[in-house]
């Protein structure tokens, strides 16, 4: 199987569950915004293969003729400006649609909890979101690739919040005691986001199951485990040795 874009956050969660699972997984990926931490645990598995590729150039590997292609499930999860691009070859369209509509936990507002300690809210707060944790996304996909299903189909969790809410939730689990802070409202900032996933339980069986709270404190435990990373790893340039001009004598 082809993930493009695994090396990015659900591809990697995907490629993970499809590693464990025994499949052969080849993770294309341009590392844009994806690294390649995220998957460097399966490098030297037989069934691993990882390529440094950026998909708007043509893939010329043998599971990449389009013929292979339509016989082999595909994830394509880079973003959706270089998608439109991908559509103009029409064959990928079936695979693309598969992947269409996710919506998971935000890693950008935890982390900038952990960061930031909790404190920005844009506008009242009253604009709603939906959050899904990784593991029930990529359950959903997994469900999607076995099904005959080939229109679009919504993977979320419909369980709505307002931002305030979650920004309060988040607070207390972090253990933060800082004020929240009201910033002025973010532009063209959609107020209401609920996934409608009838067309998911009707035709895969599927739908999420992780709770809220538990995904917040995975979530939580995974990022402070992240920003120790980052911290112990911050590269620091060494000094550089005196230069001393050839032909001249130091005189100290
Ligand atoms: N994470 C979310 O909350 C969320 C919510 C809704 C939709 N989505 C959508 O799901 C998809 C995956 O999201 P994500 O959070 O894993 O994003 P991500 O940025 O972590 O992953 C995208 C991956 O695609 C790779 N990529 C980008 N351009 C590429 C190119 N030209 N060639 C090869 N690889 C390329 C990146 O390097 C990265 O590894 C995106 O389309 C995103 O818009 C994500």
Redesign the pocket.
Known sequence: MQI??????????LTDKLMMDGHEVTV????????KR?VEHWIGHENFELIN?????PLYIEEFCPLSVLMKPLF????????ALLLSDGFVEKFWMR?S????????QLREHLVYQGRRVYGSGSQTRA??Y?SD?VNGLVALMNSNVSSPVNL?NPEEHTILEFAQLIKNLVGSGSEIQFLSEAQDDPQKRKPDIRKAKMMLAWEPVVPLEEGLNKAIHYFRKELEYQANNQYIPKPKPARIKKGRTRHN
């Open positions: 493009t874009g695994g090396a990015g956050f659900v591809g990697s969660h294309v990926d341009n590392f844009f915004t994806g690294r995220n590729h950026d998909v708007v150039e394509i999860l880079c973003c959706l400006f270089e998608m992947g509509c996710v919506m998971t936990l935000s890693p950008a959050f899904q990784v996304l979320g």
